[in-house]
């Protein structure tokens, strides 16, 4: 042990090293009192905050209602329109400040490739806030 031998005599050497297991018991038993206490000292300070009425002043962003139904044919908040002149209204609304919203609903039978070219399209007229719209009541 670190405290030496059983020996009478004093021949014995110094020892050159430490007893660990007593450090680590008590660093344990901090430990769990900290684990325990820790809880208890998180408490709020009730504070009476004064009261201001006051309007948050909210600048409502527009949105564009983008669809696409089964026939590819493409809506513009409900217009129908063709490839051209959606390029020529997202270039358009792009230029705007602030940029409205693109909400893209399309069929669930619209071809993948119809959605990438309107995708495309946006992201190449400067819009990007893009969302797409789905039905949330799903029959299983």
């Not at 009192?33 to 909210?58: G, N, Q, R």
């Not at 669809?67 to 959606?86: P, Q, R, T």
Request: no cysteine.
């Amino acid at each position: 042990m670190a405290f030496g031998g059983f020996q009478q005599g004093g021949q014995g050497k110094p020892m050159a090293e430490i007893n660990m297991v007593p450090l680590i018991d008590v660093m344990l038993v901090l430990l769990v009192i900290f684990i325990i206490t820790a809880p208890l000292l998180t408490h709020a300070v009730k504070i009476d905050l004064p009261k201001a009425a006051s309007h948050p002043t909210i600048t409502k962003v527009e949105n564009v209602q983008l669809g696409i139904n089964a026939a590819n044919v493409i809506y513009w908040n409900g217009e129908v329109v063709d490839k051209a002149e959606v390029q020529r209204r997202m270039l358009a609304a792009a230029k705007l400040d602030p940029q409205p919203e693109l909400h893209i609903r399309a069929d669930k039978t619209t071809q993948y490739q119809v959605l990438a070219e309107v995708i495309a399209e946006a992201s190449k007229a400067g819009l990007v806030k893009i969302g797409f719209v789905s039905d949330p009541n799903i029959a299983r």
